[in-house]
């Protein structure tokens, strides 16, 4: 069954505005990660974060982890026309082994310039 | 270099025909994975593979075969496809560390078409 569900599943913001999804999970995870998917394209990783931290940053982009609430969200600051992407949250499995990450529905955001 | 290369890019097919999809990785990673991703753009494991050994098999029909000569290589194998087989298939590959996970590699999908 799916793992990960990302919230809004669209949407559609102007270049310059800053962008949230969230994710949320069923089960105890070891780790969340955000992958990006450009049209036609395959995933392509973001960022990790561990279920020990609160929260990461990697240059523009800001994840929050909540292990009690089982959601994260995925902040994208500044947003440009070419971060028009489905955006995918990843859960790897408690126990420390990715043998099986877990994809959520994914959220489709538009950056309009 | 592209680490993790599938062939082909575009398949189109009949039913009934037997087909394959070829992944290599050139990242040195133990783990490899096939995932399947449908028109909703749901992606679902399929198979998962550690050291040519088969981990996962996520209740996927007998018609679909993975094989992996070597740690650098997992193929998929599908016989008498159906139209509901139309899909884009990834494959991916990471290195698996019990204590530290990594991030997962994927190829640029193979776009499966069954009439």
């Known amino acids: 069954s799916q793992q990960g569900e990302e919230d809004p599943q669209a949407l559609s913001i102007q270049e310059g505005e800053n962008a949230t999804m969230n994710c949320s999970y069923k089960?105890?995870?070891?780790?969340l990660q955000w992958y990006r998917q450009n049209s036609g394209r395959g995933l392509v990783h973001l960022i990790l974060?561990?279920?020990?931290?609160r929260e990461k940053h990697s240059g523009r982009l800001r994840v929050t982890l909540d292990t009690s609430k089982k959601s994260s969200s995925l902040l994208i600051t500044a947003s440009r026309a070419a971060d028009t992407a489905s955006y995918f949250c990843?859960?790897?499995?408690?126990?420390?082994?990715?043998?099986?990450?877990?994809f959520g529905k994914g959220t489709l955001l538009t950056v309009n310039p | 270099d592209t680490a993790v290369s599938q062939t082909p890019k575009y398949l189109v097919t009949q039913m009934g025909n037997d087909k394959s999809i070829k992944c290599e990785q050139n990242?040195?990673?133990?783990?490899m994975y096939w995932y399947k991703q449908d028109s909703k753009k749901f992606l679902k494991i399929m198979f998962s593979?550690?050291?040519?050994?088969?981990?996962i098999n996520e209740t996927v029909p007998n018609r679909f075969s993975p094989k992996s000569p070597d740690k650098a290589h997992l193929n998929l194998h599908i016989n008498s496809l159906e139209l509901g087989d139309s899909a884009v298939y990834f494959c991916?590959?990471?290195?698996?560390?019990?204590?530290?996970?990594?991030?997962?590699?994927f190829g640029q999908g193979t776009r499966l078409t069954v009439v």
């Open positions: 991916a590959s990471s290195r698996l560390r019990t204590e530290l996970n990594t991030e997962a590699f």
């Open positions: 990843a859960t790897g499995p408690s126990g420390g082994s990715n043998y099986k990450l877990t």
């Open positions: 089960t105890s995870i070891n780790n």
């Open positions: 974060i561990r279920s020990n931290e």
């Open positions: 593979y550690n050291n040519k050994e088969l981990i």
């Open positions: 990242l040195g990673h133990d783990t």
